[in-house]
């Protein structure tokens, strides 16, 4: 993705499909919580619209320039894209394990099933960004 150039526009899409998903993956948890506390689920679902929908965007772009600050210390000589693609493509590819963890958590509710399901996705989430932040901030990662 970075050799066909800068393109904000599709790290931004990759970003909010990302952060789509995570929303959508959150509506089982989301439904069996309002269901046990006799909570209304539209107030729920709001909540976590906004916060993952117009909050998160926000943060990650935050996280993803921090990233990008550290991979400097080290010797990173990539650009603040290639760091920010990493970051959201991380996020996008590591969705489908998101979303079964959704489903856990609604179906099955707090436990260690749930908690497994969470470690894999943490594990692949990291090793899709790492592996994407070294990539990115390679000097031979540069587009010429």
Avoid: K
């Avoid at 926000?58 to 010797?75: C, D, E, I, K, N």
Wanted: with cysteine.
């Amino acid at each position: 993705m970075l050799a066909s150039g800068r393109h904000e526009d599709r790290a931004l899409a990759i970003l909010m499909a990302g952060c789509a998903l995570v929303f959508i993956s959150r509506w089982p948890a989301l439904s069996r919580q309002a269901h046990l506390d006799e909570v209304e689920l539209n107030a729920l679902l709001a909540g976590a619209l906004f916060g993952w929908v117009f909050i998160a965007p926000l943060l990650l772009y935050a996280l993803a320039a921090a990233s990008h600050l550290v991979a400097r210390v080290f010797g990173g000589r990539g650009s603040w894209y290639g760091a920010r693609l990493a970051l959201f493509w991380s996020l996008l590819a590591a969705t489908p394990l998101m979303l079964l963890n959704g489903l856990v958590a609604g179906l099955i509710g707090p436990g260690p099933g749930l908690t497994l399901v969470g470690l894999i996705w943490c594990a692949v989430f990291l090793w899709f960004w790492i592996a994407g932040l070294i990539a990115s901030e390679r000097p031979e990662a540069l587009p010429q």
